[in-house]
Protein backbone atom coordinates (compact mmCIF):
# COMPACT_ATOMS: atom_id res chain seq x y z
CA UNK A 1 0.00 0.00 0.00
CA UNK A 2 1.87 3.37 -1.13
CA UNK A 3 1.46 6.63 1.01
CA UNK A 4 2.55 9.80 0.91
CA UNK A 5 5.22 10.26 3.51
CA UNK A 6 4.64 13.15 5.98
CA UNK A 7 7.10 15.21 8.19
CA UNK A 8 5.99 16.19 11.96
CA UNK A 9 6.75 19.20 13.69
CA UNK A 10 10.52 19.31 15.69
CA UNK A 11 9.76 17.99 19.01
CA UNK A 12 12.15 19.19 21.85
CA UNK A 13 10.17 18.29 25.15
CA UNK A 14 7.68 15.73 25.95
CA UNK A 15 4.59 16.14 23.77
CA UNK A 16 1.66 15.45 21.03
CA UNK A 17 3.70 15.21 17.77
CA UNK A 18 1.66 17.72 15.64
CA UNK A 19 2.18 18.55 11.37
CA UNK A 20 4.77 20.06 10.09
CA UNK A 21 2.89 23.36 10.60
CA UNK A 22 2.64 22.50 14.06
CA UNK A 23 -1.45 23.29 13.56
CA UNK A 24 -2.88 20.17 14.01
CA UNK A 25 -2.46 16.48 16.36
CA UNK A 26 -0.76 14.17 14.04
CA UNK A 27 -3.85 10.76 14.25
CA UNK A 28 -3.75 7.13 13.20
CA UNK A 29 -1.18 6.96 11.20
CA UNK A 30 2.02 4.61 10.45
CA UNK A 31 5.72 5.81 11.66
CA UNK A 32 8.20 5.16 8.72
CA UNK A 33 10.92 6.51 10.29
CA UNK A 34 12.62 8.93 13.05
CA UNK A 35 15.46 11.70 13.08
CA UNK A 36 16.94 12.10 16.40
CA UNK A 37 19.13 14.64 17.71
CA UNK A 38 20.65 13.30 21.17
CA UNK A 39 22.14 15.68 23.55
CA UNK A 40 25.71 15.25 25.46
CA UNK A 41 24.16 12.72 27.79
CA UNK A 42 22.74 9.58 26.98
CA UNK A 43 19.03 9.56 26.69
CA UNK A 44 15.59 8.02 25.26
CA UNK A 45 12.58 8.57 23.58
CA UNK A 46 9.37 6.75 24.56
CA UNK A 47 6.42 6.45 21.76
CA UNK A 48 2.60 6.48 23.01
CA UNK A 49 -0.35 5.81 21.21
CA UNK A 50 -3.01 7.93 22.65
CA UNK A 51 -1.16 10.38 25.09
CA UNK A 52 0.70 11.27 28.56
CA UNK A 53 -0.89 7.89 29.92
CA UNK A 54 -1.05 5.85 26.47
CA UNK A 55 0.26 2.13 25.30
CA UNK A 56 3.71 2.18 25.23
CA UNK A 57 4.83 1.45 21.43
CA UNK A 58 8.27 1.41 21.71
CA UNK A 59 11.32 2.79 23.40
CA UNK A 60 14.44 4.45 21.71
CA UNK A 61 18.04 4.83 23.48
CA UNK A 62 20.05 7.46 22.36
CA UNK A 63 24.17 7.70 22.74
CA UNK A 64 25.12 11.01 24.30
CA UNK A 65 26.91 13.20 22.08
CA UNK A 66 25.18 16.18 20.17
CA UNK A 67 27.04 15.35 17.06
CA UNK A 68 25.81 12.18 16.43
CA UNK A 69 22.32 12.37 15.17
CA UNK A 70 20.37 8.38 14.77
CA UNK A 71 18.00 8.18 11.63
CA UNK A 72 15.89 4.67 12.00
CA UNK A 73 13.62 3.44 8.94
CA UNK A 74 11.41 1.31 10.20
CA UNK A 75 10.77 -2.09 7.90
CA UNK A 76 7.45 -2.92 5.77
CA UNK A 77 4.69 -0.47 6.61
CA UNK A 78 6.36 1.08 9.62
CA UNK A 79 4.60 1.33 13.02
CA UNK A 80 1.35 1.80 13.89
CA UNK A 81 -0.47 4.48 15.71
CA UNK A 82 -3.97 3.79 16.38
CA UNK A 83 -4.92 7.11 18.00
CA UNK A 84 -2.17 9.74 18.05
CA UNK A 85 1.72 9.91 17.83
CA UNK A 86 3.06 11.00 21.86
CA UNK A 87 6.58 11.43 22.86
CA UNK A 88 8.11 11.38 26.37
CA UNK A 89 11.57 11.81 25.85
CA UNK A 90 14.36 12.12 27.82
CA UNK A 91 17.92 14.25 27.42
CA UNK A 92 17.45 14.48 23.94
CA UNK A 93 17.55 17.65 21.54
CA UNK A 94 15.08 17.26 18.93
CA UNK A 95 12.95 14.37 17.89
CA UNK A 96 11.22 14.13 14.34
CA UNK A 97 9.06 11.52 12.87
CA UNK A 98 8.25 10.52 9.19
CA UNK A 99 4.59 9.50 9.02
CA UNK A 100 1.77 8.35 6.86
Known amino acids: MQTDVLVSAVLTADGQFTNAAGTADIT ?8 II ?3 TAGSVVFKDGGTSGTTIM ?10 PT ?3 FPGEGVLFT ?3 YADVTNIGTVTIFYG
Open 28 to 35: RCRVKAVY
Open 38 to 40: PSA
Open 59 to 68: TLNTVGSVTE
Open 71 to 73: YLL
Open 83 to 85: TKV
